[in-house]
């Protein structure tokens, strides 16, 4: 089946690093993604990672995938005030053929300043 | 601003209504997909267009259609409205038909509230 599972909540204070988790179950997985909703607005491609790379960085973002749990991970350093909003991951599977992007229901972000 | 427009912004009609949610996608992408996010149910995917025809369906409810018209831009109905179909409805749009660097770009979405 095909399923994305993320923690609901998570509070950081300002200037601590925000590590934000997602499992999923398909396997034929290729691309994993991470967006940001901000709130009122769409979502936004922040950053994504094939699924033969274990890491991936991106100034203050690190992506780690470990194939073998099927569990992702956003790190965020040095968090602030700015990073408040809800992180959605998604991955991308095959279906029939073709393909289709299977969201998480999101973690929303609360930084304390 | 990720290029893809929709309107209106927010709508709020009575249940048992219709209503049209409007999607112009980015320029040259040919791709438009239809979210519904609730409180309860996250972000929904509920059906996918490519070049003006059908490609892709997720958990869309009959009462609900959407088409690609030749000019690219999406339209979503609603019809026979309940109380539950109240969330933000989001386009994405997409170069190609979904392939595995297709990239997803995203709408601000529009709120529909149904009293």
């Known amino acids: 089946g095909e399923d994305v599972e993320q923690s609901l909540f998570l509070s950081v204070r300002e200037g601590d690093s925000s590590v934000i988790n997602c499992t999923y179950t398909?396997?034929?997985?290729?691309?994993l993604y991470w967006y940001k909703q901000e709130p009122g607005a769409g979502l936004q491609l922040l950053t994504y990672i094939f699924s033969n790379m274990d890491m991936k960085q991106d100034q203050r973002l690190t992506v780690l995938l470990n194939k073998k749990d099927k569990h992702l991970s956003l790190r965020i350093a040095d968090t602030q005030t700015g990073d408040s909003a809800i992180y959605f991951c998604?991955?991308?599977?095959?279906?029939?053929?073709?393909?289709?992007?299977?969201f998480g229901a999101g973690t929303r972000l609360f930084v304390k300043a | 601003d990720s290029g893809v427009t929709q309107t209106p912004k927010h709508l709020i009609t009575a249940t048992g209504q219709r209503v049209t949610l409007r999607c112009s996608p980015r320029s040259g992408d040919l791709s438009v997909y239809w979210y519904q996010q609730s409180l309860d149910q996250g972000l929904q995917f509920l059906i996918q267009y490519y070049n003006g025809e059908e490609r892709a369906k997720g958990n869309i409810l009959e009462r609900f259609s959407a088409q690609q018209f030749p000019d690219l831009h999406s339209e979503l109905n609603l019809s026979s409205l309940e109380l539950g179909d109240s969330a933000l409805y989001f386009c994405?749009?997409?170069?190609?038909?979904?392939?595995?660097?297709?990239?997803?770009?995203f709408g601000p979405g529009t709120r529909l509230t149904v009293l």
């Open positions: 998604a991955e991308s599977i095959t279906d029939s053929g073709g393909f289709k992007t299977i």
């Open positions: 994405a749009s997409s170069v190609m038909a979904g392939g595995i660097t297709d990239t997803q770009y």
């Open positions: 398909d396997s034929s997985s290729t691309y």
